[in-house]
């Protein structure tokens, strides 16, 4: 899968989370989704591309959740 489609997918969370698109966060963003991205593919034997969409929407949802909240609070610039 290309880089751009993981760069494209955490740029979204960030607009729709409200944080700022500062390189920091976008990195950030990125490793996360990576690392769970290849989690979920080795755990359900999926396809990475489906794996990165239940991964985004997962996340998309998390955002609303305040322990989750929370979490991202921590690690991204507002």
Not at 3 to 9: G, I, N, P, S
Not at 32 to 59: F, G
């Amino acid at each position: 899968m290309k880089k751009d489609e993981y760069e494209k997918a955490a740029k979204a969370l960030l607009i729709e989370s409200h944080y700022k698109l500062v390189d920091e966060n976008i990195k950030w963003m990125l490793h996360s989704l990576r690392i769970r991205t290849k989690r979920l593919m080795i755990y359900r034997k999926c396809s990475e591309q489906k794996a990165l969409n239940e991964i985004v929407q997962i996340t998309s949802g998390a955002f609303s959740t305040e322990d989750f909240r929370q979490y991202y609070d921590s690690h991204l610039i507002s």
